[in-house]
């Protein structure tokens, strides 16, 4: 018996707008929300809502419709959701329906899409409360599952989401974290008791994310009886079959004309052809299965480019530069009475603002160029440290501001109630 674990990721940054040094300390408006350019953020949440979220959660519904049996889950960033709440509200509600089924799971991550995992453990924790609180007010479940930005896992995190009360935590199935092992079983985290690891097929998920449209591929067309036959084939090999991957690859990344959506839609029938087979989501898994043994990762991993680790964000100067002075800055920031001033701490913590740095080329680059706002790794830097530097002025003034507060407050006079 093998189960079938669908988990799409939905996240969509607010990219910040090319922001001068013209600009420090005259327009703190730092993103790209209405330019009325097409890389703006109104502009890419209501294509992509076109392109992949509606037409795909409609396929979504009606395969569950057609096969009970069906089910998937998702993890949605809270800066996401914010968008499609401005944007694009049509986009919730299908979300909503596809809740209504029963079939479908949500789980959490740190509201901002953040890499504040590696960085600040109380920051890390406020996000991901944050994310459990917009999933309450929007949908009305609190996850019990969590997954990190990227897939970036260690037994660090595993264990920070462990004290945070998850029953489950989601990884990449990286061969080098692997060994001889499979990633079609549970494994526990190593030096964390409560909490259980699932972990991504990254042959079998890519094949649908990167390899479908690839016609030099040698499997290439990718049919749904042909992908059946491969999850089939794990039967007394594995307990669950773990395909991750962004919802963009519905429509977006591999587009309509390439028959994703006739894949999507025909796909759930052909693997349930199998008598062995069955679908689940993440809660299910760890419910029903019991571990395989303990894996230890002590150093990160994450889904993204060849080498599966930190390198897309971390990997050059710059973004090591951009990353060290937000956090920083942070430090003060995140202690003054400022709410603007932190939000806007926070949406700069967005991963897609490092990755869109990343100086990789190859195949791996052209990865990085996808909905980035900017003609260079470079250009992305320099609008981005013009941003740090607006952010530094505004933090002196919030802080002298706040300073006067304080003052004003010990030299007024005492109430008679008081003495």
Known sequence: MTSVCFYFQVHQPLRVRKYRIFDVGQNSSYFNDESGTSLDNKAIIEKVAGKCYLPANATLLENIKNNPEFKVSFSISGVALEQFEKYAPEVIESFKNLMNTGNVELLSETYYHSLASIYSEEEFVNQVNLHRKKIQDIFGVTPSVFRNTELIYSN????MAGKMGYKGILAEGADHILGWRSPAFVYK????????????HYRLSDDIAFRFSQQSWKSWPLTAPKFADWVSSHNGNGDT?????????????????????????YLPEEILKNPDNNFATPSEIIDRYETKGELDVPYYVSWADIERDLSAWTGNDLQKEALNTLYALGKEIIH????????????????????????????????????????????????????????????????????????????????????
């Open 189 to 200: 985290p190593a030096g964390v008791e409560n909490i259980k690891l699932l972990l991504k």
């Open 336 to 419: 003054i009475d400022d709410q603007k001033l932190i939000e806007d701490w926070r949406r700069l913590q967005t991963s897609d603002h490092f990755y869109y740095m990343c100086t990789k080329f190859w195949n791996d680059g052209d990865v990085h160029k996808y909905f980035s706002p900017y003609e260079s790794p470079y250009e992305a830097f320099i609008a981005y440290m013009n941003v740090m530097q607006d952010m530094r002025l505004r933090l002196e003034v919030a802080k002298k501001k706040q300073e006067h507060n304080i003052s004003l407050h010990k030299m007024r006079p005492l109430r008679f109630s008081e003495v």
């Open 241 to 265: 079959i773990n395909l991750f991957m962004d919802y963009e690859t519905f429509g977006e990344h591999q587009w309509e004309d390439t028959g994703i959506f006739e894949f999507l839609h």
């Open 156 to 159: 660090e995190i595993a264990k």
